[in-house]
């Protein structure tokens, strides 16, 4: 899992420092199919569901799966990039929002709140605690914020493939038996965090899943392993070799 974790993190790094006002997300798109296929590994989502695109490329009030198209960036816009490589056989899954050129004060709180709440969960990913652990720790950090977790769509486990068991939801669901964390175990934590309300609706793209209330959205998601201590996050892009460096 190390190597296509790496592989993910890079490329998402890549894509980050690639995005610009003026940008079509197919372009963006296009950039990292060219990116992951240089670091010889492929789109984990591509045609997977029959998915059409290399990458998860969603704007503003857009939450996830938002499709590559000719919608050209602004400044000002955010981006929830979300990548997914499959290198040797396992999978990478990882996801970040950036801001376009810059963004508003408003916007750039959403990001950073989402953002710590995914450590924040990542924090409770220990032997011995529940996948409830997580949940409960993101969704207290985001509601305590004034902002909403997305119900409709959760972590998971990852590995061979791109979802696996346990689901990990980023809210108490109530249920008193979650998974038991276990080392060894490869999960996908993702905060997908709203500035207003909780609701969401799917486009007629059949992918494209936005806000009810059109407000802004943010996407953040690392792959975690659970070890004999600290959890380990696997999706950090891979440093440079000191040749590069040099």
Known sequence: MRPACA???TVLEEIANFIRPGMTTRQIDNFAAERIKAHGARSAFLGYRKYPCHTCLSVNEEVVHGLATERELKFGDI???DVGVT????????????????????AQRLLD????SLYLG????????????ISQAVQRYVEANGYSVVREFVGHGVGRTVHEEPQVPNFDEGKKNSPKLKPGMTIAIEPMVNAGRMEVKILKDGWTVVTQDASLSAHFEH?????????????WAKKPSASKVA
């Open 113 to 116: 709140v989402t953002e710590q």
């Open 122 to 133: 990542i924090a409770q990913a220990k032997p011995g605690n529940r996948v409830l652990d």
């Open 7 to 9: 592989v993910a993190g």
């Open 79 to 81: 981006v929830s990039v």
């Open 87 to 106: 290198y040797k056989g396992f999978i990478g899954d990882t996801a970040r929002t950036v801001s376009v050129g810059g963004c508003s004060v408003k």
């Open 223 to 235: 792959t975690v392993l659970i070890t004999d201590g600290e959890p380990e996050i696997m999706t």
